[in-house]
């Protein structure tokens, strides 16, 4: 990664500037126009800097990305100096203020922010954005990076800059003034960050018309974005991945390089002089997970709760959790700084919110942080805590029977199933049945069925001999297509059931398209995965061994009751998803079959590390999982370094949702949302179900595999 004049160390020498200096250059992105007709290593398209804030979001100048055209641009970005730049689509989701005409050049007002939403989900890293109110500096100088194309050549450039002031205080054109350091154009858009604190704290707006410096909009404008009428709100979203995205990094064993909160820790920051970067990590990430606050109103209800804390008059006011914790760092005693943290994570506790399954188990998880960080204190206060704790649950436990139960009494709605949604009514399908080559394993030999129901097979109308696995959507596009001509209806696709041999139950049939217009599969209907060679599934027990299921012993002369069993009790009530190897980024060997065979009916395992060449048990660890009689199985094709959103995403789908039988609606449509770019969903992207129900037979499995 070249670097241009000015470049150097945030202030000083030392290996942790050096180290802070990576991370900010590793974020920071250029920003071209879209199109076809634009070469993104020219300058020609190039409209200036911003750099990553969360996963699939970019920060940046809104008079940056409003010379776009119609809010599209092209993100062009890498993560290290050795990687080939990549360009990515994105459209602008957000600008402050809100223009909707073409302001005069070099006039657009303060704050001048947009955040800018990839239209694809990339794998990257993302800069540490301050939750302290309003500009604070660790220090007189801060540190930038931007790029620019000096005589027609696109390089990065980063430096230092003096912090001289402010214009337009207390008024929603803040702006910070720097000096004593040249801004070449391009830079806008960039990444300012106080290099005491190793955060970033603001965005470069402009260059001063005569002499050094420019000004730059600090990050917390960013909490004056309009609240949405309906939808979702963009700053809770952005800021919720973000601290998610933190804290998991922070968890995450498998790499070895060093994390903004490590980096923090070397530089010596101490966030509100109680807790460390890492614990700050931890606790913004436990926030995240919770939703977000109601209104300000209430966000500030539990900060005037807080005993002996004042607060103070802010503009903008804090919005987000985050927000009220960075408001604690510099109003808190040096004698309560602990208590008054702990105190406020327990007002968070305490407001209202949604009984969902995935929001009573963030709270628990907050509650076990609480309970660590007060380990060091004193008897009675922890007393407190617990006492205030086991109230909450008495009026959690209250809140879900109401929920549960409305106005029935309690005795009568127990009698009643659990889980009580009319199913939809069954609608067609289309079956898809590879078959693996024994004598040709990278070849298959397929069939395209239609219709089929519980206990009746479906009719077969295509079939073929040989074809490459790795192009096998070449052979069964036009067949396909013209099943789903016989099976779609005006609103509702016809599901595709791909049944794919065990050791190919990777296949990325959600992501095929029939043409070259086409869209995703999975987009366009629900595509759910089958086992086509269940005869031939990895077996490590003897006959005869004793099961380890505490409900129930099968015969073993009906291999498919344990099966069916399963899949029986699974839909009777609320399914619950477990992550079987992986423990907060760290991958562990997938259970042995006893183990499988133990857990509860409704679960849902899954798995996040499949595929991992380190591990050799992972050619037949699916396999294993459907032996042990699982029907529904959530995994992910595409394991990466961070998966915390994986892990959140498929607990909030199954936990959250309406149980097995619509979880395949469920991930169609979020897979839908994928196309819609809406980045809460992106971590479905390259994620499989297998939905494979024991009462659907699938048509002669047997008849190809005999060999010529």
């Known amino acids: 990664m070249s670097v241009g004049y ?100 070099g006039s657009w007002p303060a704050p001048d922010l947009a955040l800018v939403r990839l239209r694809e989900p990339v794998g990257h890293t993302c800069a540490y954005m301050s939750e302290r109110p309003n500009p604070h500096f660790g220090g007189t100088r801060v540190f930038y990076a931007g790029w620019t194309a000096p005589r027609g050549r696109l390089q990065i450039l980063d430096g230092q800059l003096t912090v001289q002031g402010t214009i337009s205080a207390w008024s929603p054109e803040e702006q910070v003034r720097l000096g004593q350091n040249d801004l070449p154009s391009g830079v806008s858009g960039g990444p300012v960050v106080d290099p005491v604190r190793g955060e970033v704290v603001g965005v470069l707006k402009s260059r001063a018309d005569h002499g050094g410096g420019g000004t730059s909009i600090g990050v917390e404008r960013l909490r004056t974005l309009r609240l949405p009428a309906d939808g979702d709100d963009v700053y809770q979203s952005v800021f919720h991945a973000h601290d998610r995205y933190h804290r998991d990094r922070q968890r995450n064993a498998d790499s070895p390089d060093p994390t903004w909160a490590d980096i923090q820790g070397e530089l010596g920051a101490r966030p509100g002089r109680t807790l460390s970067p890492q614990q700050r990590s931890e606790l913004l990430g436990l926030l995240a997970d919770l ?85 060091g204190l004193d008897s009675g206060y922890r007393h407190t805590l617990a006492q205030r704790r086991a109230e909450l649950l008495g009026r959690t436990r209250a809140a879900h029977r109401q929920a549960a139960f409305g106005t029935r009494g309690r005795d009568t709605a127990l009698l009643e199933p659990t889980l009580t949604k009319a199913p939809a009514p069954l609608a067609p399908a289309v079956l898809l049945v590879v078959l693996r080559r024994g004598w040709e394993p990278d070849h298959c030999d397929w069939s395209v069925s239609v219709g089929g129901g519980p206990d009746q097979e479906p009719t077969r109308l295509y079939e073929g001999e040989r ?59 629900p595509v759910l995965v089958r086992c086509s060679d269940r005869d031939q ?15 129930e012993a099968y015969d073993d002369e009906d291999p498919d009751a344990e099966r069916r069993d399963r899949w029986r009790r699974l839909h009777l009530r609320q399914a619950q998803a477990e992550v079987l190897d992986c423990d907060d980024g760290v991958r562990r060997p997938i259970p042995d079959a006893a183990a499988l065979r133990g857990l509860a009916p409704h679960t849902v395992p899954v798995l996040c590390r499949p595929g991992d060449p380190r591990f050799s048990d992972d050619p037949a660890a699916l396999g294993r999982v459907l032996r042990a009689g699982f029907g529904v199985v959530l995994w992910r094709r595409r394991p990466g370094a961070v998966c915390g959103e994986f ?55 047997g008849d190809l595999l005999e060999a010529p």
């Open 6 to 105: 000015g470049g150097g160390a945030p202030e000083g020498d030392g290996a942790a500037e050096l180290a802070l200096r990576d991370l900010v250059l590793a974020a920071t992105v250029r920003i071209h126009r879209a199109g076809a007709g634009y070469a993104h290593d020219e300058p020609v398209s190039f409209l200036g800097s911003g750099f990553f804030v969360a996963p699939n979001w970019v920060l940046t100048c809104a008079h940056v990305v409003h010379a776009g055209e119609g809010g599209e641009v092209t993100v062009v970005y890498r993560t290290s100096p050795y990687d080939d730049p990549r360009a990515v689509p994105g459209r602008v989701a957000a600008m402050l203020p809100e223009q909707t005409g073409r302001p005069v050049p």
């Open 291 to 375: 939703p977000p606050p109601v209104s300000t109103r209430g966000l500030l209800d539990v900060l005037r709760s807080l005993p002996g804390f004042r607060v103070p008059s802010l503009v903008p006011a804090p919005r987000g959790w985050r927000d009220g914790l960075g408001l604690l760092y510099e109003h808190a005693r040096q004698d309560g700084a602990l208590k008054l943290v702990l105190d406020y994570a327990m007002g968070v506790l305490s407001a209202g919110r949604p009984p969902a399954p995935s929001a009573l188990a963030a709270e628990r998880a907050l509650w076990e942080w609480v309970r660590h960080a007060a380990a």
């Open 467 to 525: 074809a490459p696995l790795d192009g096998l959507v070449d052979h069964v596009a036009a067949p396909l297509a013209e099943a789903f001509r016989h099976c779609d209806e005006p609103g509702r696709p016809a599901t595709l059931y791909a049944a794919l041999p065990h050791l190919h139950l990777g296949l990325p049939v959600d992501d095929w398209r029939l043409g070259p217009d086409g869209v995703p599969l999975g987009t366009e209907r």
């Open 537 to 551: 599934l990895p077996d490590e027990e003897p006959v005869g061994r004793q099961r380890s299921a505490p409900w």
């Open 647 to 701: 892990h959140r995403g498929v607990k909030t789908a199954v936990d959250d949702g309406d149980g097995a039988l619509f979880l395949p609606d469920a991930v169609h449509g979020l897979r839908g949302r994928v196309g819609a770019e809406d980045t809460e969903s992106y971590w479905v992207h390259g994620t499989a179900l297998l939905y494979d129900d024991p009462h659907r037979p699938l048509p002669g499995t």
